[in-house]
């Protein structure tokens, strides 16, 4: 079972338990505040603009993903800062990326997504040199946010899956 399906299948199955719904990516229930921030993250990502990205991020904001595909920030960085570097080098290295939304789960504060990133590696990523192919990666992440910031994330990145795409 791929990891959509899981999720709805998880989601239904616990519905009857409180547990938060399935909601499509263009039916975001205005009730959950989080919802839109899931969205927001897609479209400022995708218009590469990075300036809206940075304001949708707490100065307080906490990354707990710390891996090869979110390195803890530079001596001297913030967490916000880090994030904002991790991405301007994703757009630096894929330079007509897209993030489209498959999936997203919210309750309250909390808002949880499948991302899927695409483009064309035409600039250096994570050390590779431009190959020209195009890329197609997911993301699983989850958001917390607060007086309308994100101030936690855990996520989870599929960088074998770049890295095989890369060596192709």
Not at 22 to 34: E, G
Not at 37 to 53: E, M, N, P, R
């Amino acid at each position: 079972m791929d990891r959509r399906n899981l999720l709805k299948t998880v989601t239904l199955a616990g519905s009857a338990l409180a547990v938060p719904t399935l909601v499509a990516p263009t039916l975001a229930d205005d009730k959950t505040a989080t919802a839109p921030w899931i969205q927001k993250f897609a479209a400022t990502l995708s218009a590469h603009d990075l300036t809206a990205f940075a304001a949708l991020f707490s100065e307080n904001y906490v990354n707990h993903q710390v891996s090869a595909a979110a390195p803890p920030p530079p001596p001297g960085k913030s967490p916000k800062q880090g994030t904002v570097a991790v991405f301007t080098a994703r757009l630096a290295g894929i330079p007509d990326l897209k993030v489209e939304v498959e999936a997203t789960v919210a309750s309250g504060n909390i808002a949880a997504a499948s991302f899927v990133y695409s483009g064309t590696h035409n600039g250096p990523l994570a050390g590779v040199a431009p190959t020209g192919r195009a890329l197609r990666f997911t993301s699983c992440d989850i958001f917390r946010v607060q007086d309308g910031l994100i101030v936690e994330h855990w996520g989870m990145g599929d960088l074998a899956g770049v890295a095989a795409q890369l060596k192709a």
